[in-house]
């Protein structure tokens, strides 16, 4: 009888050491699931935030491809041009202010200059740099305007005189101009320069694009 409630008890403690080992092992299996899952997240965290980084330096990088490319073009922009009226002898004088148009082109790069007009268009927004020079005879005045569309800028000018034989003078300026505006010089009513292909030019290029 002694004998086998030593036994009874014997299997109850083995029995219970049993739950106890199967529930010690289910209980590391979750504390190691739950780590697993926490690592995961911790990674997925960490991977949302790489992305991130990653898509704002391809943001970056674009903006930076863009504004080299930018200084590229600006840098190939040329605008040079350089004419003269191209008639012989006296050219006016007419009884109303005449837009002088300069037919004998010398140098005309990237095209803004018209010689069927006389007008510059600025092909793109920048700080141009413009002269103006004529040779005239002393018998009539000389007196050239220098326009930016409708507006005034500059003036050349040189009083008749009897006493001499011809006249030289001229002028310059930087202009800012924006895309399509224009520039163009006027010969003053009554006033007259000279023709010739050498003595009377209207000349500019571009100095800066903005």
């Not at 004088?93 to 010689?115: E, H, K, M």
């Not at 326009?147 to 005189?161: A, P, R």
Request: glycine share 8%; aromatic share 12%.
């Amino acid at each position: 009888m002694h004998l086998i409630c030593f036994w009874f008890v014997l299997l109850l403690c083995s029995l219970t050491l049993a739950q106890e080992d199967g529930y010690t092992v289910e209980t590391e299996e979750n504390i190691e699931a739950q780590s697993y899952h926490a690592d995961m997240d911790d990674l997925l965290s960490e991977f949302g935030a790489m992305t991130e980084k990653l898509k704002v330096m391809e943001t970056r990088l674009k903006e930076s491809e863009m504004q080299i490319l930018e200084l590229r073009n600006k840098e190939r922009t040329k605008v040079i041009f350089s004419a003269t009226i191209g008639t012989g002898g006296a050219f006016g004088p007419f009884d109303t202010d005449t837009t002088l148009i300069y037919r004998t082109v010398i140098t005309n790069i990237g095209n803004a200059y018209s010689q069927s007009t006389g007008i510059f268009v600025a092909p793109v927004a920048g700080v141009y740099y413009f002269t103006m020079f004529f040779h005239a005879g002393g018998e009539h005045e000389a007196k050239l305007y220098l326009y930016k569309n409708n507006e005034l800028m500059i003036v050349t000018h040189d009083h008749k005189s009897k006493s001499e034989t011809a006249d030289n003078g001229g002028n310059a300026v930087f202009l800012q101009l924006q895309q399509g505006d224009r520039v163009y010089v006027k010969l003053a009513a009554y006033c007259h320069v000279w023709g010739s292909n050498y003595h009377t030019t209207f000349s500019g290029f571009l100095v800066s694009q903005m």
